[in-house]
């Protein structure tokens, strides 16, 4: 990519059209599809520490709605559970996580907001409780050691560190010419390139947040995933091949170099259950709990679980936006913001085209992880 992922890979912010946090529904879809499982998570971490003060990290927070949903539900959670055991509230500290670049701003802008609607909801029966910004990526450590009960992370980890290093040769030349991601013409030493990424990464993630986890913490993890073992061939390679398509049909009519698009992979990975299960066990320092894999549909309005599109246009127009939301300062970084307006434009229409031949789901791995006794 020709720069640090931290410096570029963040969702677009503010409350704008394009914005992430008017265009994140498939992301809050899947924060309630994991609720029952971050509540009993959360419950018995309470009952395991009693904890007097309570931290509570949220990793790849991003901003907008879905960042206050996690918040506010581990405050009910938490004040419930005191008041079964007969004990009082824990203060509770929040701290919200994302790379540099990420909107914090609108965050902390619209806190007193959401801190006043569950004044409301709650007759002013809530815990104190503190929010803390943190910037920085989780494939390292950000806070001390054993200071963190309970770690949230949800649409994050298939983001990897960096483009792995194995989409060029040696001397710099490209491998995998006319994609973005792995798919079914990228030579297998790219495929190879990705799967090592995503070991090195995940397996530094776990390592991190072991280090940091205190005394009966858990950890609760949220994120997109691939049911075909095969890789080249899953549903995030069908994805993100239409934008590669949209790209390289802009290459044809002169409007991008191909040089550039054809040097251009992101930084993204969509492990299967079995690749998530393989790290966790040669890390060795957590037991997978829990795990729920669903369903999402591509277009975040489409709330149906049946096979059928009932408008493949607008659809298309709401896959489009979604992703545009999450890619867009990639996109701008590399090939320049003119071209924004005219690639989604393409990338929705190939989208539609998509989904009226098949109706294809995003699987969301949930998994729940506790340190080894």
């Not at 949903?69 to 009910?76: N, T």
Request: one cysteine or more; a negative charge; charged letters at 25%.
């Amino acid at each position: 990519m020709g720069m640090k992922v931290e410096q570029v890979l963040h969702m677009v912010g503010g409350a704008g059209e394009t914005s992430y946090a008017t265009n994140s529904r498939v992301q809050e879809k899947a924060i309630f599809e994991a609720k029952p499982i971050v509540e009993e998570a959360l419950r018995e971490v309470y009952k395991t520490a009693l904890p007097e003060s309570m931290v509570v990290a949220d990793l790849g927070c991003s901003s907008g709605p879905n960042t206050f949903h996690v918040v506010f539900e581990a405050i009910d959670i938490v004040d419930d559970q005191s008041r079964r055991l007969g004990r009082p509230p824990p203060e509770i500290l929040f701290f919200l996580n994302d790379l540099p670049g990420n909107d914090f701003n609108s965050i902390f802008q619209s806190l007193e907001v959401h801190e006043e609607k569950l004044k409301e909801e709650k007759q002013e029966r809530i815990p104190p409780f503190y929010v803390v910004g943190v910037p920085g990526s989780f494939y390292g450590r950000l806070f001390p050691s054993r200071s963190v009960h309970f770690f949230h992370s949800s649409y994050c980890l298939m983001w990897l560190s960096q483009v792995p290093p194995g989409v060029e040769s040696k001397t710099g030349v490209p491998l995998n010419k006319e994609n973005i991601y792995i798919s079914e013409t990228s030579p297998p030493t790219v495929v190879e390139s990705y799967q090592e990424q995503y070991r090195r990464d995940f397996t530094t993630f776990l390592k991190s947040r072991f280090q940091e986890l205190g005394f009966g913490g858990r950890m609760v993890l949220s994120f997109l995933g691939g049911t075909n073992k095969y890789a080249p061939s899953g549903e995030l390679s069908q994805l993100w091949g239409l934008l590669a398509e949209a790209l390289n049909a802009m290459v044809l009519e002169g409007i991008l170099q191909k040089e550039k698009v054809d040097a251009f992979n992101l930084p993204f990975y969509a492990p299967s259950m079995e690749e998530v299960r393989a790290v966790i066990q040669s890390v060795g320092l957590f037991d997978l709990d829990r795990v729920e894999i669903f369903k999402s549909n591509w277009d975040p309005f489409d709330d149906s679980s049946d096979d059928r599109i009932y408008d493949n246009i607008i659809s298309g127009e709401n896959v489009a936006k979604s992703i545009r939301a999450v890619i867009e300062p990639v996109i701008a970084r590399n090939f320049g913001e003119q071209i924004l307006d005219d690639l989604f434009s393409r990338y929705a229409k190939n989208v539609a085209r998509h989904l009226l031949e098949e109706k294809t789901k995003h699987p969301v791995f949930v998994i729940a992880l506790k340190i080894k006794v």
